[in-house]
Nanobody, 115 residues
Framework: QVQLVESGGGLVQAGGSLRLSCAFSRSIFSINVMGWYRQAPGKERELVARIRSGGITDYADSVKGRFTISRDNAKATMYLQMNSLKPEDTGLYYC?????????WGQGTQVTVSS
């Protein structure tokens, strides 16, 4: 059973930056697809960004040009660099990975952007 642990969330003013980290409890070399999701109060969880083997990335339209997803296989860690944050980016951010065809989730880290 792989564990995913997010960190790096917090309170930031609009226009600020945060970097989220997702640490895996085992090697991630063989994990083809991983990503970040977020859930705002009263809303459904949505995909923010996804990275595949070979570095292919996908982003939600709302974060394109502001967020960057990356992975460091040697450190078994995935990152989400968030710049030019907006109040609408507020939410609980989860990391996700598809492992043996099953999704694994972290516990989430809160991001709050004040206006």
């Amino acid at each position: 059973q792989v564990q995913l642990v997010e960190s790096g969330g917090g309170l930031v003013q609009a226009g600020g930056s945060l970097r989220l980290s997702c640490a895996f409890s085992r090697s991630i070399f063989s994990i083809n697809v991983m990503g970040w999701y977020r859930q705002a109060p009263g809303k459904e969880r949505e995909l923010v960004a996804r990275i595949r083997s070979g570095g292919i990335t996908d982003y939600a339209d709302s974060v394109k040009g502001r967020f960057t997803i990356s992975r460091d296989n040697a450190k078994a860690t995935m990152y989400l660099q968030m710049n030019s944050l907006k109040p609408e980016d507020t939410g609980l951010y989860y990391c996700n990975a598809l492992i043996n065809l099953l999704p694994s989730w972290g516990q989430g880290t809160q991001v709050t952007v004040s206006s």
